[in-house]
C-alpha cells in the first residue's frame, strides 16, 4: 500500500504563495506518474496539477501560469510551487499516483485576507 505524507499547506493572504511536498512510500518513485488533488469543503477532489514518469507536466486551467509541480525523485518527494493564490484556491491538497489509489491525509491551504 501506498502511503502520502502531504506538508507545507497554512493560510496566506491572497497573491501569496506556498509550497507543498508530499513524501511517498512508493519506490521508485521514477516509475510513476504523480498529481496533486484539491478537495473543497463539501465538493469532490478535482484535479489541480500532473507530473509524469518522463517529466511532462499538466495543469488545470484554474491554475496553469500560478502553479508549478515538480518532482525529486531520488527523495521521493513531489512539489507544488503555488503563487498568486487566491480564495477559490482554498482546500485541502492531496497528491497521489496516476492512476489514483488511497487517499493520504493532505495538506490545508487557505487563502484569506
Known amino acids: 500500500q501506498v502511503q502520502f505524507v502531504e506538508s507545507g499547506g497554512g493560510l496566506t493572504q491572497p497573491g501569496g504563495s506556498l509550497r507543498l511536498s508530499c513524501w511517498v512510500s512508493?519506490?521508485?518513485?521514477?516509475?510513476?506518474?504523480m498529481a496533486w488533488y484539491r478537495q473543497a469543503p463539501g465538493k469532490q477532489h478535482e484535479f489541480v496539477a500532473s507530473i509524469a514518469d518522463d517529466y511532462s507536466t499538466r495543469y488545470d486551467d484554474d491554475v496553469k501560469g500560478r502553479f508549478t509541480i515538480s518532482r525529486d525523485d531520488a527523495k521521493n518527494t513531489i512539489y507544488l510551487q503555488m503563487d498568486s493564490l487566491q480564495p477559490e484556491d482554498t482546500g485541502r491538497y492531496y497528491c497521489?499516483?496516476?492512476?489514483?489509489?488511497?487517499w493520504g491525509p493532505g495538506t490545508q491551504v487557505t487563502v484569506s485576507s
Open positions: 512508493k519506490s521508485p518513485l521514477s516509475f510513476y506518474g
Open positions: 497521489n499516483t496516476v492512476p489514483k489509489t488511497d
